[in-house]
């Protein structure tokens, strides 16, 4: 009768060396290469949707006066800013600015957080975060759609931003949908 033995661990070594072998850093291969980038007019999509509770009380789609994405080296430096205007919004501005771009969910998400204001800078801005889905991802091309969820009432106090008296609401909601290609 033979008798086996379970197999061995090596033994670990531990030494003197003040040296020490680092993991990998993970890649940034939720945003596309450092740059500008700038969609187009026919590229994206943006919509204003009031809300009361479950209801959808108004919903327009607002035209894109501006918007620009920079992606930078480091993650805490990237920025969005996107500016709303035309007829939808009854000839205001209503402006969004991110202060960084955040990778969820293993970077097929990514959470932009801001601030929503108007086109007059003297006035306050009301914090609003953007949540956006990562559609597709390239080198130098990123498209994305997502929304962002605000109290109204803040927003008008603060901004003065109105667009309905008739129709009440108490979240205004954001409904982006772009594609961004980089600036040579």
């Known amino acids: ?26 890649g940034r291969d939720w945003l596309p290469r450092p740059g500008a980038y700038a969609a187009a007019a026919d590229r994206i999509i943006t919509e204003l949707t009031y809300r009361t509770g479950p209801l959808v009380t108004l919903r327009r789609r607002a035209d894109v006066v501006e918007v620009a994405l920079t992606v930078a080296p480091d993650p805490e430096d990237c920025v969005l800013s996107l500016a709303l205007g035309g007829d939808a919004l009854g000839g205001e501005l209503l ?20 601030s929503l204001g108007t086109g007059d800078t003297t006035l306050e801005h009301v914090p609003a975060t953007l949540l956006l889905r990562v559609v597709e991802r390239a080198d130098a091309d990123l498209l994305v ?29 954001l409904l982006v949908a772009a594609e961004f290609t980089c600036i040579p």
């Open 1 to 26: 009768m033979t008798t086996e033995l379970p197999p061995t661990q090596p033994l670990r070594v531990h030494t003197s060396s003040p040296t020490a072998t680092l993991p990998p850093q993970p």
């Open 95 to 114: 402006t969004f600015t991110s202060t960084a771009i955040e990778p969820v969910a293993g970077g097929t998400r990514l959470r932009v957080p801001g």
């Open 145 to 173: 759609v997502g929304t962002a969820r605000v109290p109204y009432g803040p927003l008008h106090r603060t901004t003065g931003f109105a667009l309905s008296r008739t129709r009440p609401a108490r979240h205004l909601g």
